[in-house]
């Protein structure tokens, strides 16, 4: 068993002998997503990071949870109800069902729950914006945040540290959506209070940064054709896995230095070489995929064409997708939004691009 899973049972059976003080009640968070720079591509058994990885929490795109429960010792299971924009929607509620499940040890009071839950975004549904960040993030808190009302004291000596463990086993990337600005997730040689079990939000942080924009280009909405767990199951079979876990870790290594410095230009050069190695490991698996379109190719180029142009602080990232996520420092703002306007926006679905920028990470509604 992990160090810090082993912590939060402790915790967890040093109060549940006390009898809970609010057997009714709700709760309501929101959560954002958040763009990777260092990808999490891979990983090993239990959840655990084949690398480390670094990202920006968003701002814009939010999921908004609301759980209201009922306790009850008569109850033998967990019930969930779970409805999405209004909805009820089985695969999502499946999914959290099954991530509730794998909940029970270091929430055992789950087991006497009935949970209705809903959830909305704030971002198009299936505008290709990964979503499983925003809304396992914003159930994670939730779920933390019902815990201290259910027993009315304080359970866990670091409360978002708890929610980022929780938010890891429904989804990777969201581990690092409870922390605001920039988090890392995996244990690196450059944060020494990282971990594999949770992420940590990143101290060090050039003022050049925050507020970082990102622009996303829907260059393709809809559903992936591959999912982002298939993909992390083909890295174990991919030749170049173990290469592409070193060179991650040099990135992650290299980027926590250009942070702190407020580098911008050797930010990018990072930045894009983990959108393009994303891609290549998706290349070169087996079967090997692509997701990209002509649209996301004409945009990078477009992008790079721009940067050599004028000089601008202006550079690309890319999901497990074909939308293109275009980073820059609030100071370019101006100059971008004009570019971006003329030249990318006519590569985009509808036109549709969702402008959004470094966000303060979940809060309270
Ligand atoms: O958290 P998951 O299992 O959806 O995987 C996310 C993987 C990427 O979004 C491609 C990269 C990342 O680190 O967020």
């Not at 260092?38 to 939010?62: C, D, F, H």
């Not at 209705?116 to 960040?133: E, L």
């Not at 890891?168 to 990282?194: E, I």
């Not at 580098?263 to 894009?272: A, C, N, R, V, Y």
């Amino acid at each position: 068993m992990n160090k810090f899973e082993n912590i939060l049972i402790k915790e967890v059976q040093a109060i549940i002998t006390d009898r809970p003080v609010n057997t009714e009640g709700s709760v309501s968070w929101s959560s954002p997503s958040n763009i990777a720079i260092v990808k999490y591509w891979g990983k090993r058994p239990g959840q655990i990071p084949a690398n480390a990885s670094v990202s920006m929490t968003l701002s814009e795109a939010v999921s908004k949870t609301k759980i209201a429960y009922t306790y009850s010792q008569k109850r033998k299971a967990l019930s969930v109800k779970f409805k999405f924009e209004g909805k009820e929607h089985k695969e999502f509620g499946k999914r959290i069902g099954k991530s509730l499940d794998g909940l029970i040890e270091i929430m055992p009071w789950l087991s006497y729950m009935e949970l209705s839950i809903t959830s909305q975004n704030t971002f198009p549904h299936s505008s290709g914006i990964a979503s499983s960040a925003s809304a396992m993030s914003a159930l994670a808190v939730c779920l933390c945040e019902i815990e201290e009302l259910l027993y009315g004291k304080r359970v866990t000596g670091d409360f978002y540290k708890k929610a980022s463990f929780v938010a890891r086993l429904g989804s990777g990337s969201a581990s690092r959506s409870v922390y605001g600005n920039m988090a890392v997730w995996g244990m690196t040689a450059c944060q020494p209070l990282s971990s594999d079990e949770y992420a940590i939000p990143l101290k060090e942080i050039h003022d050049d940064f925050l507020g970082m924009k990102d622009s996303i280009l829907i260059i393709e909405s809809g559903k992936k054709s591959i999912s982002s767990s298939l993909g992390h199951d083909l890295m174990k079979s991919n030749p170049y896995a173990r290469l592409r876990f070193e060179a991650a870790e040099e990135n992650m290594q290299r980027l926590c230095g250009i942070i702190k410095s407020g580098d911008i230009s050797s930010f990018i050069d990072i930045l894009e070489n983990e959108a393009l190695s994303l891609h290549a490991m998706m290349m070169t698996s087996s079967p090997g995929y692509l997701l990209m379109k002509p649209n996301t190719l004409e945009a990078i180029e477009r992008i790079r064409m721009f940067r050599m142009e004028t000089g601008t602080e202006i550079g690309f990232t890319l999901d497990a997708g074909a939308n293109v996520h275009v980073l820059y420092p609030e100071k370019s703002q101006d100059k971008v939004k004009s570019f971006i306007e003329s030249e990318l926006k006519p590569l985009c679905q509808n036109e549709m691009i969702i402008h959004d920028c470094m966000g303060s990470g979940p809060n309270r509604i």
